[in-house]
């Protein structure tokens, strides 16, 4: 198994399902045989446990409309006769994550719990050893934020000395890199329940904050945050370390790095409103000048709003590391609150349908369903490399973020309303690009005419659309437009069959009678020519034309590109469509 398991991980990222296979094998033997089996399988466990290549755009817009469709469930008949494949990937995941609740259940021992965790680890390290940073989404975060997820759901069944292992190495990674903010959420999570379960851990704590002051001061806004969680767990418990938390978050409000500041002070206000609420009254009564002080400080300028963002945030006012510690929140909620790309995103319906069970030691719902109300975290924390960072380097508020958008969420909109826009569509503008020979113009300007949902785009020659110039800049648009060939010199004559169809024939042109393009009425069917980058549209072809209409220049170079040209038609085109 070994020797072909990895071969089929490897062939897997390409072959679509491949590797279904294997971990529904695995699953089938371990039900026939004892779940202790697996212990012989640690090493493919891990593999499946975090598999799941970056695909290729080609690739993922095909789980994209697949995962579109299935969203779509009784509204779309196929989905009743035929699965997607739109989860081929997190489906191998699921299903390894129930072969690791079986063995879990089946009482795995320490040794084997302790040895997956460590090949997790290692894999880990392996996989960044030579990165300190990496891209959000990119395999090496979803890698890291697979191997978080293992490492919670094995959290509750580490001995003491493995757990103390996996402390050192949460210490290090939180100290020495800088992570997604998905990871950091997951490993301080993973770090306040192990300081929960094994309470004589929690002096590594006050180490941590010593060794984050001295080595990397933005590390220190995850020890608050631990700190933060663990005291909201023991509040009603252990008010010695509460009072001790607050002594060690204090001299972090007046830190120099800017985010540490604003966990200190956020964190430091949230203690101190539970210590009222728990009527701790002698740490309410020692801290009520820091309290003013708060107040007082936290009411003027960005403050106000980076401070209310902050506790407004899901991971300040509903996450709960103890109540949410479910299957749900580790393969769900958490990835989709952390701005994970939703292609990670595990269900719990599908983990069910991966024949992951209610039964196991860790809950799959869950019952607090405070997260459902949050959508993904307004602030992101970025920890920073550097001692000194301001404001604007530490926290990337998201306020504004390039949005991919997949076209058809915008364009399947009700039933029939989708067949009056294909109506329309196939009545709109025809945009004609015969004359333009450079490449990259007629490549931009397709990607143009796509992106605004042109009727149809005709080029002298189809050929053009397959070389690579054309293709740098259309960006695969050539595969959503329709486009026809009309050569230059049947120009005349396939005007005249357009004005016969009710086109408005429209020439982008700078002559002696053209109308100004701000003044130009379009009508709904009309058809715009564009000239040649040198030539212009030849003399003998402007007789064809119902009118010639003309942006107006202010420069003195006598003409713009033509594909800017066309863009600008376009656009305006779209905009008087849109008003009317
Ligand atoms: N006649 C231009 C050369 C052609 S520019 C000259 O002498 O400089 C290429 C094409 O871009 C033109 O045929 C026309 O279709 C379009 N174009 C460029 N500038 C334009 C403008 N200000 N108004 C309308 N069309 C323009």
């Given at each position: 198994m070994f020797q072909y398991s990895y071969k089929i991980f490897s062939h897997g990222e390409a072959i679509v399902g491949l590797c279904n296979i294997l971990i529904t094998q695995l699953q089938k033997l371990a039900a026939l045989s004892s779940p202790d089996i697996l212990q012989r399988y640690c090493a493919v466990l891990v593999d499946a446990l975090t598999f799941g290549p970056v695909h290729r755009r080609d690739r993922r817009i095909i789980t994209d409309t697949c995962r579109f469709i299935s969203s779509l469930g009784k509204q779309c008949s196929i989905n009743d006769l035929a699965s997607n494949d739109c989860c081929v990937d997190s489906e191998v995941r699921a299903r390894a994550l129930q072969l690791l609740l079986v063995a879990c259940g089946s009482g795995l021992s320490h040794q084997f719990v302790g040895k997956l965790m460590d090949a997790l680890v290692l894999k880990d390290r392996a996989e960044s050893s030579h990165k300190t940073r990496y891209y959000g989404d990119s395999q090496l975060h979803r890698l890291k934020h697979r191997v978080m997820q293992s490492l919670l759901v094995l959290e509750p069944l580490l001995d003491v000395e493995t757990a103390e292992r996996l402390v050192q190495w949460l210490q290090d990674s939180l100290l020495m890199e800088s992570q997604q903010p998905s990871v950091r959420y997951q490993q301080e999570w993973l770090l306040t329940r192990l300081l929960y379960h094994h309470p004589?851990?929690?002096?590594?704590l006050w180490d941590m904050f010593q060794q984050g002051r001295q080595k990397?001061?933005?590390s220190m806004c995850s020890f608050i945050a631990v700190l933060y969680q663990l005291a909201c767990v023991l509040i009603d418990e252990e008010e010695v370390f509460v009072g001790r938390s607050m002594r060690e978050i204090l001299p972090c409000c007046m830190a120099q790095h800017f985010s540490v500041r604003l966990y200190a002070q956020t964190t430091l206000q949230k203690l101190i409103a539970l210590c009222k609420a728990q009527r701790l009254d002698r740490v309410s009564t020692e801290y009520y000048i820091v309290e003013l002080s708060l107040q007082a400080s936290v009411k003027h300028g960005n403050a106000v709003k980076n401070v209310h963002k902050l506790q407004e945030d899901f991971y300040f006012s509903a996450f709960h590391p103890v109540e949410h510690y479910t299957l749900e929140t580790i393969f769900y909620d958490l990835p989709r609150l952390a701005g994970?790309?939703?292609?990670e995103w595990i269900s719990p319906d599908l983990l069910r349908s991966c024949g992951?069970?209610?039964?196991?030691?860790?809950?799959?719902?869950?019952?607090?369903?405070?997260?459902?109300?949050?959508?993904?975290?307004?602030?992101?924390?970025k920890s920073s490399v550097g001692a000194e960072d301001d404001a604007a380097s530490t926290i990337r508020l998201h306020k504004n973020v390039q949005k991919k958008l997949v076209p058809w969420h915008a364009m399947i909109p009700e039933q029939d309303l989708a067949s009056e826009l294909r109506q329309k569509r196939q009545e709109g503008l025809i945009v004609v690009a015969s004359l333009i020979d450079c490449l990259p113009n007629l490549g931009g300007l397709c990607r143009t005419c796509e992106g605004f949902g042109v009727s149809e785009y005709v080029v002298?020659?189809?050929?053009?659309?397959?070389?690579k110039q054309f293709r740098s800049l259309s960006v695969s648009a050539e595969q959503w437009i329709p486009i026809s060939e009309v050569k230059p010199h049947l120009l005349s004559r396939y005007l005249e069959v357009k004005r016969k169809d009710g086109y408005t024939l429209v020439g982008a042109e700078q002559t002696a009678n053209s109308t100004r393009l701000n003044d130009f009425k379009f009508p709904q069917k009309a058809l715009l020519l564009l000239g040649n980058e040198r030539e212009g549209i030849p003399p003998d072809i402007l007789p064809f034309l119902d009118v010639c209409v003309e942006i107006p220049q202010q420069g003195i170079v006598r003409s713009l590109n033509v594909h800017v040209t066309g863009a600008l038609f376009v656009w305006e085109y779209m905009r008087q469509q849109a008003l009317t």
């Open positions: 004589h851990l929690r002096d590594r990397r001061p933005g994970v790309t939703d292609e992951v069970s209610e039964m196991s030691h860790i809950d799959l719902v869950n019952s607090n369903c405070a997260l459902k109300q949050f959508a993904a975290a307004a602030w992101m924390p002298g020659s189809l050929k053009s659309t397959e070389d």
